[in-house]
């Protein structure tokens, strides 16, 4: 055993599903290019110091090192059993049909080297044509999703015991809504772009309402391939706070969005950040802070647009119909 000092982290019962409770902060390990070395190495450092929530797609190509990393893990004795981890995987736009949503969680636990996920996850409203995963993705290539044929074979993933919660990300109000007037499983998780500078306040009390759990991506404002900067960590407002709460801008973006009840999934390779990722559960921030973080200009960095190639049209469905922009 490591002489690591491991800190624990406190956990969040899902209201849907029969996942072990959710460990309240994540790593996340969409990378690109793929190297599995080094995010293999990283898992396992993140492990030693006290993650047990980690975060993967199929899209990602990052679910074989993970599955590498965790089977390391348990050989080392750096978690004492699977039921100690939790791990999210996520269901392509190429696999939203209904025939290929069980194929595609079969070869994500192949991958993993699992026998179940603890939190399977529509990754977009969004449905491809089926074939290889490009990103941006072709306008010619989007046909409507079946969002009730869908979400019935994301249930018989949990009623098979594959999946022991299942949820969506990137879904707005909207979205949910239609998921919801199906379901007989409600999603049990919402992932999304939340920050500082993107709140989601009308899709969290929405969230709340119908007992939907909401985890964070880009909780320190990434995804900023346009190089326009990092509105929350460019953010003078946190950085004054971090000043005098005498914590990282990092750690102050995390634990606002602990305190909104939200789950932060927070990417980091560098044992020293991963380590500053676990310090945010034994401090708080202050009335004024909070008023301070709520009056903050808003701005989403990840779009419907985005995800697509300029290129070509739409012919079977309306970009609108996919916008992941919350009114």
């Avoid at 594959?162 to 879904?171: E, M, Q, R, W």
């Avoid at 999603?187 to 119908?210: F, G, I, S, T």
Wanted: proline share 6%; glycine share 6%; aromatic share 8%.
């Amino acid at each position: 055993m490591s002489s690591t000092t491991t800190v624990t982290v406190p956990e969040v019962a899902l209201k849907h599903g029969n996942a072990r409770p959710m460990p309240a902060i994540g790593m996340g390990t969409a990378n690109f290019p793929v190297v599995h070395d080094t995010i293999r190495d990283a898992v396992l450092a993140a492990a030693e110091l006290g993650f047990r929530h980690f975060d993967t797609a199929s899209m990602y190509g990052t679910e074989p090192p993970l599955g590498d990393a965790l089977a390391e893990a348990l050989r080392r004795g750096l978690v004492a059993s699977r039921e100690e981890v939790f791990v999210t995987t996520k269901l392509w736009c190429t696999q939203c049909q209904p025939h290929l949503v069980l194929p595609s969680l079969r070869q994500s636990l192949q991958n993993l080297q699992l026998e179940y996920v603890d939190l399977y996850l529509i990754h977009w409203p969004v449905s491809l044509k089926p074939g290889p995963k490009v990103f941006p993705a072709k306008r010619e290539d989007a046909v409507p999703f079946d969002f009730e044929g869908v979400w019935r074979e994301m249930e018989e993933c949990h009623r098979l015991g594959l999946a022991k919660a299942i949820g969506v990300s990137n879904f707005t109000t909207t979205h949910l809504d239609k998921i919801m007037a199906t379901a007989t499983v409600p999603p049990a998780v919402n992932q999304v772009e939340m920050n500082p500078v993107w709140q989601q306040r009308k899709l969290r009390e929405y969230c709340a309402e119908k007992g939907i759990h909401v985890t964070a991506y880009s909780p320190l404002g990434g995804q900023n391939w346009s190089g326009e900067g990092n509105a929350v960590m460019d953010s003078e407002v946190l950085a004054e706070i971090a000043k005098a709460r005498g914590k990282s801008l990092a750690q102050v973006a995390l634990r606002w969005i602990y305190e909104q009840g939200v789950t932060p999934i927070v990417k980091s390779f560098s044992k020293e950040r991963l380590k500053q990722n676990l310090e945010i559960f034994d401090w708080e921030l202050t009335d004024d802070d909070l008023l301070k973080v709520s009056q903050l200009a808003q701005k989403k960095m990840v779009t419907a647009a985005g995800f697509f190639s300029s290129e070509g049209e739409f012919n079977s469905v309306d970009l609108a119909d996919m916008e992941i922009v919350e009114a």
